[in-house]
């Protein structure tokens, strides 16, 4: 039950690159934690650092992301739990993605400074990861986006 809900409380599935896919309701605690979790496998293989990518989140519909009406069930410490429509969480889910990441290597590792690499994030989301600008190319117009990208 990690997962991000329609209006009429089925887990949302939409359409990204491997296919139809689920989205982790990142503003709860316990799906944080379940997420971090799961870095344990490649941790214990040597793996030293992680990329969440297409985090914004990126479907493949007109809209490039979920519909604003999915639900997020907000469960967090000092928190009244809630429920929000996506149009209120798109700019944090990056961000609380990020967040679990780190937090769950430093669960699995706790001496070890985690490495996270996001493209989507929010104010604050330094303190969870390193923000790359996403797909570019070597162009002109790439490079102007960038600057504004990089400074935000």
């Keep these: 039950d990690h997962f991000v809900k329609?209006?009429?409380g089925q887990t949302y599935?939409?359409?990204?690159?491997?296919?139809?896919?689920?989205?982790?309701?990142?503003?709860?605690a316990q799906t944080r934690d379940w997420w971090g979790g799961l870095y344990?496998?490649?941790?214990?293989q040597g793996v030293a650092g992680f990329w969440n990518d297409m985090n914004e989140p990126?479907?493949?519909?007109?809209?490039?992301?979920m519909p604003t009406n999915v639900v997020?069930?907000?469960?967090?410490?000092?928190?009244?739990?809630?429920?929000?429509?996506?149009?209120?969480?798109?700019?944090v889910f990056g961000m609380q993605n990020s967040r679990a990441t780190y937090?769950?290597?430093?669960?699995?590792?706790?001496?070890?400074?985690p490495f996270v690499l996001t493209r989507a994030s929010y104010a604050g989301g330094q303190r969870y990861a390193a923000?790359?600008?996403?797909?570019?190319?070597?162009?002109?117009?790439?490079?102007?986006?960038?600057?504004?990208?990089t400074l935000n």
Aim: proline fraction near 11%.
């Design 6 to 8: 329609t209006v009429d």
């Design 13 to 28: 599935v939409g359409p990204v690159w491997p296919g139809p896919s689920v989205f982790p309701d990142f503003t709860r």
């Design 40 to 44: 344990r496998a490649f941790h214990d």
């Design 58 to 65: 990126a479907v493949f519909v007109p809209s490039k992301t």
């Design 72 to 91: 997020h069930r907000i469960d967090e410490p000092g928190f009244a739990p809630r429920t929000a429509i996506h149009a209120e969480i798109h700019n």
């Design 103 to 113: 937090e769950g290597l430093l669960t699995i590792a706790p001496d070890e400074r």
């Design 131 to 149: 923000t790359w600008t996403g797909d570019n190319s070597p162009t002109w117009a790439h490079l102007t986006l960038s600057t504004s990208m």
